[in-house]
Protein backbone atom coordinates (compact mmCIF):
# COMPACT_ATOMS: atom_id res chain seq x y z
CA UNK A 1 0.00 0.00 0.00
CA UNK A 2 2.76 2.44 0.74
CA UNK A 3 4.39 1.44 -2.87
CA UNK A 4 0.82 1.84 -4.35
CA UNK A 5 0.44 5.25 -3.04
CA UNK A 6 3.57 6.91 -2.19
CA UNK A 7 2.54 7.34 1.80
CA UNK A 8 3.07 5.57 5.18
CA UNK A 9 0.47 3.48 6.02
CA UNK A 10 -0.80 1.75 9.29
CA UNK A 11 -2.63 -1.72 8.93
CA UNK A 12 -6.30 -1.66 10.70
CA UNK A 13 -8.36 -4.05 11.73
CA UNK A 14 -10.88 -2.26 9.47
CA UNK A 15 -11.61 0.54 7.39
CA UNK A 16 -14.17 2.17 10.23
CA UNK A 17 -10.98 1.95 13.25
CA UNK A 18 -8.61 3.30 10.83
CA UNK A 19 -11.49 6.26 10.01
CA UNK A 20 -12.06 6.61 13.91
CA UNK A 21 -8.39 7.30 14.55
CA UNK A 22 -8.17 9.82 11.61
CA UNK A 23 -11.27 11.59 13.17
CA UNK A 24 -9.62 11.64 16.96
CA UNK A 25 -6.15 12.59 15.80
CA UNK A 26 -7.37 15.84 13.66
CA UNK A 27 -10.72 16.98 15.61
CA UNK A 28 -11.23 18.53 18.79
CA UNK A 29 -14.63 17.14 19.97
CA UNK A 30 -17.63 18.74 19.39
CA UNK A 31 -16.44 19.89 15.85
CA UNK A 32 -18.10 19.59 13.05
CA UNK A 33 -17.72 16.89 9.72
CA UNK A 34 -18.92 17.83 6.58
CA UNK A 35 -19.77 14.02 4.92
CA UNK A 36 -21.82 12.33 2.26
CA UNK A 37 -25.31 11.34 3.47
CA UNK A 38 -25.25 8.26 0.95
CA UNK A 39 -23.14 6.40 2.58
CA UNK A 40 -22.91 3.19 5.09
CA UNK A 41 -24.57 4.85 8.46
CA UNK A 42 -21.54 2.56 10.33
CA UNK A 43 -19.32 5.32 9.42
CA UNK A 44 -22.52 7.88 10.49
CA UNK A 45 -22.07 6.52 13.89
CA UNK A 46 -17.65 6.81 13.86
CA UNK A 47 -18.22 10.32 13.16
CA UNK A 48 -20.86 10.27 16.01
CA UNK A 49 -18.66 8.39 18.60
CA UNK A 50 -15.36 10.21 17.61
CA UNK A 51 -17.84 13.29 19.18
CA UNK A 52 -18.19 14.94 16.47
CA UNK A 53 -21.34 16.32 14.53
CA UNK A 54 -22.44 15.24 10.74
CA UNK A 55 -22.59 17.70 8.58
CA UNK A 56 -24.49 16.37 5.31
CA UNK A 57 -23.20 17.13 2.17
CA UNK A 58 -25.21 18.33 -0.71
CA UNK A 59 -24.37 15.68 -3.92
CA UNK A 60 -24.57 15.27 -7.70
CA UNK A 61 -27.55 13.24 -9.08
CA UNK A 62 -26.04 11.81 -11.63
CA UNK A 63 -23.15 9.93 -9.72
CA UNK A 64 -23.85 10.59 -5.68
CA UNK A 65 -20.46 12.46 -5.21
CA UNK A 66 -19.91 15.28 -3.52
CA UNK A 67 -21.22 18.80 -5.13
CA UNK A 68 -18.61 20.90 -3.37
CA UNK A 69 -19.87 23.94 -5.28
CA UNK A 70 -23.48 23.70 -3.30
CA UNK A 71 -21.86 23.40 -0.07
CA UNK A 72 -22.71 27.19 1.71
CA UNK A 73 -20.29 29.46 2.68
CA UNK A 74 -21.96 29.09 6.30
CA UNK A 75 -21.37 25.75 6.42
CA UNK A 76 -17.65 25.97 5.69
CA UNK A 77 -16.74 28.58 7.96
CA UNK A 78 -18.26 26.10 10.87
CA UNK A 79 -16.13 22.85 9.52
CA UNK A 80 -13.31 21.12 11.67
CA UNK A 81 -12.97 18.78 8.92
CA UNK A 82 -14.42 17.29 5.60
CA UNK A 83 -14.77 13.33 5.26
CA UNK A 84 -14.96 12.41 1.39
CA UNK A 85 -17.42 8.67 0.83
CA UNK A 86 -15.83 7.97 -2.80
CA UNK A 87 -19.45 5.95 -3.12
CA UNK A 88 -18.49 2.58 -5.22
CA UNK A 89 -15.16 3.95 -6.19
CA UNK A 90 -16.53 6.98 -8.21
CA UNK A 91 -13.98 9.91 -6.56
CA UNK A 92 -14.89 12.92 -5.01
CA UNK A 93 -13.63 16.65 -5.66
CA UNK A 94 -10.63 15.93 -3.38
CA UNK A 95 -8.52 18.33 -5.23
CA UNK A 96 -11.17 20.91 -5.01
CA UNK A 97 -11.72 19.91 -1.51
CA UNK A 98 -7.92 19.71 -1.04
CA UNK A 99 -7.70 23.18 -2.20
CA UNK A 100 -11.16 24.48 0.64
CA UNK A 101 -9.63 22.89 3.59
CA UNK A 102 -6.37 24.35 3.05
CA UNK A 103 -8.08 27.56 3.25
CA UNK A 104 -9.49 26.81 5.91
CA UNK A 105 -6.97 25.31 8.34
CA UNK A 106 -9.00 22.42 8.24
CA UNK A 107 -8.13 18.60 7.48
CA UNK A 108 -9.39 16.67 4.23
CA UNK A 109 -9.76 12.76 5.49
CA UNK A 110 -10.89 10.42 2.54
CA UNK A 111 -12.83 7.40 3.06
CA UNK A 112 -11.11 5.01 0.22
CA UNK A 113 -13.10 1.79 1.44
CA UNK A 114 -14.57 1.56 -2.10
CA UNK A 115 -11.32 3.13 -3.84
CA UNK A 116 -8.41 1.05 -3.78
CA UNK A 117 -7.82 1.55 -7.42
CA UNK A 118 -9.49 4.94 -7.95
CA UNK A 119 -7.55 7.64 -9.28
CA UNK A 120 -8.73 11.28 -9.35
CA UNK A 121 -6.66 14.02 -11.49
CA UNK A 122 -3.74 11.85 -11.77
CA UNK A 123 -3.65 10.90 -8.13
CA UNK A 124 -4.86 7.65 -5.92
CA UNK A 125 -7.61 8.39 -4.18
CA UNK A 126 -6.56 7.82 -0.72
CA UNK A 127 -3.01 10.28 -1.82
CA UNK A 128 -4.28 13.41 -1.20
CA UNK A 129 -6.49 14.21 1.79
CA UNK A 130 -4.17 14.48 5.27
CA UNK A 131 -4.85 10.67 6.26
CA UNK A 132 -7.06 8.16 4.67
CA UNK A 133 -8.74 4.90 5.40
CA UNK A 134 -8.87 1.86 3.20
CA UNK A 135 -11.01 -1.36 3.58
CA UNK A 136 -9.42 -5.13 2.91
CA UNK A 137 -13.16 -6.43 2.90
CA UNK A 138 -13.90 -4.77 -0.61
CA UNK A 139 -11.83 -5.66 -3.50
CA UNK A 140 -9.64 -7.64 -1.79
CA UNK A 141 -12.60 -9.78 -0.52
CA UNK A 142 -10.36 -10.45 2.86
CA UNK A 143 -13.40 -9.72 4.91
CA UNK A 144 -11.33 -7.99 7.42
CA UNK A 145 -8.49 -5.81 7.75
CA UNK A 146 -7.76 -2.16 6.51
CA UNK A 147 -5.00 0.72 5.90
CA UNK A 148 -4.82 4.06 7.50
CA UNK A 149 -2.89 6.31 5.53
CA UNK A 150 -0.93 9.54 6.30
CA UNK A 151 0.37 12.58 4.46
CA UNK A 152 2.70 13.51 7.49
CA UNK A 153 4.63 10.43 7.65
CA UNK A 154 6.68 11.66 11.32
CA UNK A 155 2.35 11.02 12.58
CA UNK A 156 2.64 7.22 11.82
CA UNK A 157 4.20 6.07 15.10
CA UNK A 158 2.46 7.76 17.60
CA UNK A 159 -1.26 6.70 15.26
CA UNK A 160 0.09 3.27 15.71
CA UNK A 161 0.50 3.75 19.66
CA UNK A 162 -3.45 5.18 19.56
CA UNK A 163 -4.74 2.47 17.27
CA UNK A 164 -3.36 -0.42 19.75
CA UNK A 165 -4.76 1.08 22.73
CA UNK A 166 -8.13 0.72 20.83
CA UNK A 167 -7.07 -3.20 19.82
CA UNK A 168 -9.18 -5.96 21.19
CA UNK A 169 -6.53 -8.80 21.90
CA UNK A 170 -6.62 -11.74 19.13
CA UNK A 171 -8.88 -14.16 19.99
CA UNK A 172 -8.47 -18.04 19.11
CA UNK A 173 -12.08 -18.81 18.97
CA UNK A 174 -12.48 -14.89 16.77
CA UNK A 175 -9.41 -16.57 14.65
CA UNK A 176 -10.76 -20.07 14.23
CA UNK A 177 -14.42 -18.68 13.01
CA UNK A 178 -13.06 -16.19 10.71
CA UNK A 179 -11.23 -19.06 9.02
CA UNK A 180 -13.67 -21.34 8.73
CA UNK A 181 -16.24 -18.81 7.61
CA UNK A 182 -15.28 -18.87 4.02
CA UNK A 183 -15.76 -23.01 3.91
CA UNK A 184 -19.36 -22.25 6.19
CA UNK A 185 -20.57 -20.02 3.74
CA UNK A 186 -19.68 -22.06 0.56
CA UNK A 187 -21.30 -24.87 1.66
CA UNK A 188 -24.72 -23.12 2.50
CA UNK A 189 -24.37 -21.42 -1.03
CA UNK A 190 -23.79 -24.97 -2.84
CA UNK A 191 -26.64 -26.42 -0.39
CA UNK A 192 -29.23 -23.22 -2.11
CA UNK A 193 -29.39 -22.76 1.97
CA UNK A 194 -28.56 -18.92 1.44
CA UNK A 195 -32.58 -17.78 2.03
CA UNK A 196 -32.55 -20.50 5.30
CA UNK A 197 -29.70 -19.39 6.93
CA UNK A 198 -31.20 -15.87 6.35
CA UNK A 199 -34.46 -16.61 7.92
CA UNK A 200 -32.76 -18.61 10.86
CA UNK A 201 -30.47 -15.46 12.07
CA UNK A 202 -33.72 -13.37 11.85
CA UNK A 203 -35.43 -16.08 14.26
CA UNK A 204 -32.82 -15.65 16.41
CA UNK A 205 -32.99 -12.40 16.58
CA UNK A 206 -29.19 -12.36 14.99
CA UNK A 207 -30.14 -10.11 12.38
CA UNK A 208 -29.01 -6.91 12.46
CA UNK A 209 -30.48 -4.96 9.46
CA UNK A 210 -34.13 -5.94 8.66
CA UNK A 211 -33.96 -3.48 6.11
CA UNK A 212 -31.30 -1.46 4.28
CA UNK A 213 -30.25 0.81 7.02
CA UNK A 214 -29.92 -0.76 10.86
CA UNK A 215 -32.31 0.37 13.42
CA UNK A 216 -31.67 3.83 14.57
CA UNK A 217 -33.18 3.00 18.34
CA UNK A 218 -32.65 7.05 18.87
CA UNK A 219 -32.95 7.00 23.23
CA UNK A 220 -30.43 4.33 23.33
CA UNK A 221 -28.27 6.30 20.53
CA UNK A 222 -28.82 10.07 22.28
CA UNK A 223 -27.48 8.18 25.67
CA UNK A 224 -24.84 6.31 24.27
CA UNK A 225 -23.62 9.89 23.15
CA UNK A 226 -23.14 11.41 26.42
CA UNK A 227 -19.79 9.39 26.82
CA UNK A 228 -18.30 10.14 23.53
CA UNK A 229 -15.94 10.75 21.96
CA UNK A 230 -16.31 6.74 23.03
CA UNK A 231 -15.80 3.80 21.03
CA UNK A 232 -17.30 1.61 23.43
CA UNK A 233 -20.85 2.83 24.39
CA UNK A 234 -20.82 3.41 20.36
CA UNK A 235 -19.89 -0.47 20.19
CA UNK A 236 -23.72 -1.63 19.18
CA UNK A 237 -23.90 0.40 16.06
CA UNK A 238 -20.22 0.83 15.27
CA UNK A 239 -19.52 -3.01 14.61
CA UNK A 240 -22.73 -4.00 12.38
CA UNK A 241 -21.60 -6.01 9.80
CA UNK A 242 -18.13 -6.65 11.06
CA UNK A 243 -17.95 -7.97 14.61
CA UNK A 244 -14.20 -7.76 14.54
CA UNK A 245 -13.32 -4.64 13.45
CA UNK A 246 -11.34 -3.62 16.40
CA UNK A 247 -9.60 -7.02 17.07
CA UNK A 248 -6.34 -7.44 16.89
CA UNK A 249 -5.21 -9.79 13.75
CA UNK A 250 -4.15 -13.38 14.85
CA UNK A 251 -1.71 -15.03 11.77
CA UNK A 252 -4.66 -16.75 9.65
CA UNK A 253 -6.36 -13.64 9.14
CA UNK A 254 -2.72 -11.83 8.47
CA UNK A 255 -1.78 -14.47 5.90
CA UNK A 256 -4.96 -14.74 4.02
CA UNK A 257 -4.87 -11.36 4.13
CA UNK A 258 -1.43 -11.00 2.39
CA UNK A 259 -2.53 -13.67 -0.05
CA UNK A 260 -5.81 -12.07 -0.93
CA UNK A 261 -3.92 -8.88 -1.32
CA UNK A 262 -0.85 -10.05 -3.74
CA UNK A 263 -3.90 -10.82 -5.97
CA UNK A 264 -5.22 -7.35 -5.90
CA UNK A 265 -4.00 -6.19 -9.02
CA UNK A 266 -6.00 -8.64 -11.13
CA UNK A 267 -8.57 -8.42 -9.26
CA UNK A 268 -8.22 -4.78 -10.11
CA UNK A 269 -8.24 -5.81 -13.84
CA UNK A 270 -11.44 -7.74 -13.49
CA UNK A 271 -13.25 -4.68 -11.95
CA UNK A 272 -12.27 -2.30 -14.65
CA UNK A 273 -13.47 -4.86 -17.16
CA UNK A 274 -16.88 -5.62 -15.50
CA UNK A 275 -16.76 -1.52 -15.07
CA UNK A 276 -16.29 -1.27 -18.95
CA UNK A 277 -18.92 -3.71 -19.89
CA UNK A 278 -21.46 -2.13 -17.59
CA UNK A 279 -20.78 1.58 -18.05
CA UNK A 280 -21.50 0.75 -22.08
CA UNK A 281 -25.35 -0.12 -21.30
CA UNK A 282 -28.40 2.46 -21.52
CA UNK A 283 -28.57 2.46 -17.37
CA UNK A 284 -24.95 4.36 -16.91
CA UNK A 285 -24.38 7.66 -17.96
CA UNK A 286 -21.33 8.66 -19.68
CA UNK A 287 -18.66 9.71 -17.53
CA UNK A 288 -16.22 11.62 -18.33
CA UNK A 289 -12.14 10.12 -18.60
CA UNK A 290 -11.03 6.53 -18.42
CA UNK A 291 -13.41 3.81 -16.75
CA UNK A 292 -12.37 3.31 -13.09
CA UNK A 293 -12.07 -0.32 -11.42
CA UNK A 294 -15.09 0.81 -9.40
CA UNK A 295 -16.21 -1.89 -6.76
CA UNK A 296 -19.70 -1.80 -7.54
CA UNK A 297 -21.52 -0.01 -10.21
CA UNK A 298 -23.89 2.56 -9.74
CA UNK A 299 -26.83 1.89 -12.92
CA UNK A 300 -29.49 4.31 -12.84
CA UNK A 301 -32.84 2.11 -13.18
CA UNK A 302 -36.25 3.12 -12.74
CA UNK A 303 -37.94 0.98 -10.44
CA UNK A 304 -34.76 -0.43 -8.67
CA UNK A 305 -36.71 -2.27 -6.16
CA UNK A 306 -38.13 -4.56 -9.16
CA UNK A 307 -34.61 -4.52 -10.52
CA UNK A 308 -33.50 -6.30 -7.17
CA UNK A 309 -36.00 -8.51 -6.31
CA UNK A 310 -35.55 -9.89 -10.52
CA UNK A 311 -31.70 -10.11 -9.93
CA UNK A 312 -32.50 -12.03 -6.16
CA UNK A 313 -34.94 -14.80 -8.11
CA UNK A 314 -31.40 -15.67 -9.99
CA UNK A 315 -29.54 -15.42 -6.77
CA UNK A 316 -27.92 -12.10 -7.37
CA UNK A 317 -27.82 -10.35 -3.78
CA UNK A 318 -27.40 -6.18 -4.43
CA UNK A 319 -25.73 -4.91 -1.19
CA UNK A 320 -23.92 -2.03 -0.59
CA UNK A 321 -27.74 0.19 -0.81
CA UNK A 322 -27.73 3.34 0.86
CA UNK A 323 -31.51 4.59 1.17
CA UNK A 324 -32.51 6.80 2.12
CA UNK A 325 -29.85 9.32 2.95
CA UNK A 326 -28.57 9.60 6.38
CA UNK A 327 -30.27 13.15 7.19
CA UNK A 328 -33.50 11.67 6.48
CA UNK A 329 -32.41 8.39 8.53
CA UNK A 330 -31.26 9.87 11.69
CA UNK A 331 -32.71 13.25 11.59
CA UNK A 332 -31.85 16.40 12.81
CA UNK A 333 -31.38 15.37 15.92
CA UNK A 334 -28.20 13.74 15.39
CA UNK A 335 -26.94 15.76 12.59
CA UNK A 336 -26.99 19.02 10.34
CA UNK A 337 -29.40 17.96 7.16
CA UNK A 338 -27.77 18.64 3.77
CA UNK A 339 -28.72 22.25 2.46
CA UNK A 340 -30.34 20.82 -1.02
CA UNK A 341 -31.38 17.01 -0.10
CA UNK A 342 -33.28 16.14 -3.69
CA UNK A 343 -30.09 15.30 -5.70
CA UNK A 344 -28.98 13.06 -2.77
CA UNK A 345 -32.54 10.99 -2.37
CA UNK A 346 -32.81 10.72 -6.05
CA UNK A 347 -29.54 9.06 -6.63
CA UNK A 348 -29.93 7.20 -3.29
CA UNK A 349 -33.26 5.88 -4.54
CA UNK A 350 -32.39 5.31 -8.25
CA UNK A 351 -29.07 3.69 -8.10
CA UNK A 352 -28.56 -0.13 -8.49
CA UNK A 353 -25.01 -1.19 -7.08
CA UNK A 354 -23.80 -3.76 -9.49
CA UNK A 355 -20.82 -6.18 -9.12
CA UNK A 356 -18.64 -5.47 -11.68
CA UNK A 357 -17.16 -9.39 -11.80
CA UNK A 358 -21.24 -10.01 -12.32
CA UNK A 359 -21.37 -7.84 -14.63
CA UNK A 360 -22.89 -9.95 -17.75
CA UNK A 361 -25.57 -11.57 -15.63
CA UNK A 362 -26.82 -8.74 -14.21
CA UNK A 363 -27.14 -7.16 -17.84
CA UNK A 364 -28.62 -10.13 -19.02
CA UNK A 365 -31.52 -10.04 -16.06
CA UNK A 366 -31.84 -6.32 -16.79
CA UNK A 367 -32.67 -6.80 -20.52
CA UNK A 368 -34.83 -9.81 -19.75
CA UNK A 369 -36.83 -8.15 -17.72
CA UNK A 370 -36.63 -4.42 -19.74
CA UNK A 371 -35.67 -2.12 -16.90
CA UNK A 372 -36.07 0.92 -18.08
CA UNK A 373 -32.93 3.82 -17.20
CA UNK A 374 -33.28 6.27 -14.66
CA UNK A 375 -32.46 10.23 -15.65
CA UNK A 376 -31.79 12.34 -13.02
CA UNK A 377 -33.71 15.60 -12.79
CA UNK A 378 -32.40 18.89 -13.83
CA UNK A 379 -31.79 20.72 -10.75
CA UNK A 380 -33.61 23.84 -11.11
CA UNK A 381 -33.31 25.05 -7.71
CA UNK A 382 -29.18 25.55 -7.03
CA UNK A 383 -28.72 27.65 -4.81
CA UNK A 384 -27.29 31.08 -5.49
CA UNK A 385 -24.94 31.81 -2.56
CA UNK A 386 -24.31 35.97 -2.21
CA UNK A 387 -20.83 36.21 -1.39
CA UNK A 388 -21.01 38.42 2.09
CA UNK A 389 -19.35 41.56 0.28
CA UNK A 390 -21.38 41.20 -2.72
CA UNK A 391 -25.08 41.49 -1.27
CA UNK A 392 -27.79 43.52 -2.95
CA UNK A 393 -28.60 46.88 -1.87
CA UNK A 394 -31.52 48.43 -3.50
CA UNK A 395 -30.06 51.73 -5.60
CA UNK A 396 -31.03 55.02 -3.74
CA UNK A 397 -31.03 56.42 -6.68
CA UNK A 398 -32.27 55.75 -10.28
CA UNK A 399 -29.69 54.13 -11.70
CA UNK A 400 -28.47 56.09 -15.08
CA UNK A 401 -26.11 55.04 -18.19
CA UNK A 402 -23.40 55.47 -15.69
CA UNK A 403 -24.16 53.61 -12.90
CA UNK A 404 -25.49 50.29 -14.01
CA UNK A 405 -28.56 47.96 -11.97
CA UNK A 406 -27.22 46.30 -9.01
CA UNK A 407 -26.96 42.75 -10.43
CA UNK A 408 -27.16 39.15 -7.99
CA UNK A 409 -23.88 37.53 -8.95
CA UNK A 410 -24.97 34.39 -11.22
CA UNK A 411 -23.69 31.17 -9.99
CA UNK A 412 -21.01 29.89 -12.29
CA UNK A 413 -19.26 33.54 -12.91
CA UNK A 414 -15.42 33.52 -11.70
CA UNK A 415 -15.88 33.87 -7.62
CA UNK A 416 -19.58 32.79 -7.27
C1 LIG B 1 -18.18 3.66 2.23
C2 LIG B 1 -17.70 2.76 3.32
N1 LIG B 1 -16.74 3.20 4.14
C3 LIG B 1 -16.25 2.45 5.12
C4 LIG B 1 -16.74 1.17 5.35
C5 LIG B 1 -16.18 0.38 6.50
O1 LIG B 1 -15.26 -0.57 6.07
P1 LIG B 1 -14.86 -1.72 7.09
O2 LIG B 1 -15.94 -2.73 7.02
O3 LIG B 1 -13.52 -2.21 6.62
O4 LIG B 1 -14.76 -1.08 8.43
C6 LIG B 1 -17.73 0.66 4.54
C7 LIG B 1 -18.24 -0.71 4.77
O5 LIG B 1 -18.94 -1.27 3.98
C8 LIG B 1 -18.23 1.46 3.50
O6 LIG B 1 -19.20 0.99 2.68
Known amino acids: MRRRLGRECLYVPSCRLGLYLALRHWCPPGGRVLMSPVNDDVIFFVVLAAGLRPVQAPLRADDGSIDSAAVPESTWRGLSAVLTANLYGNPDPAPELRARCDRLGIPLIEDAAHAIGSVVAGRPVGGIGDASAFS ?20 REE ?3 ARDLLLEPARLTAELAYGLRPYAEAGVRGLRLTGAARAALRLLGREERT ?8 NELARALTAAPALDTLHPWVRVDLH ?17 LTGLDERLAAHLEGTQRLLDTRWALPRPGPAQPLFRVPLLVAHRDAAIAALARRR ?29 AWFA ?22 AQPARPPVTRHAPVRVPRMQKYAPPTTPPTARTPPAQLPVRGEPGV
Open 136 to 155: LSKHTGAKTGGFLTVADPTL
Open 159 to 161: LAR
Open 211 to 218: GIRMELRP
Open 244 to 260: DYRLAPGRLRLRRTERL
Open 316 to 344: ITVGYLYDPPLDTYAGERFTDPSPRPGPA
Open 349 to 370: RHALPVDPLRARQVISVLTEID
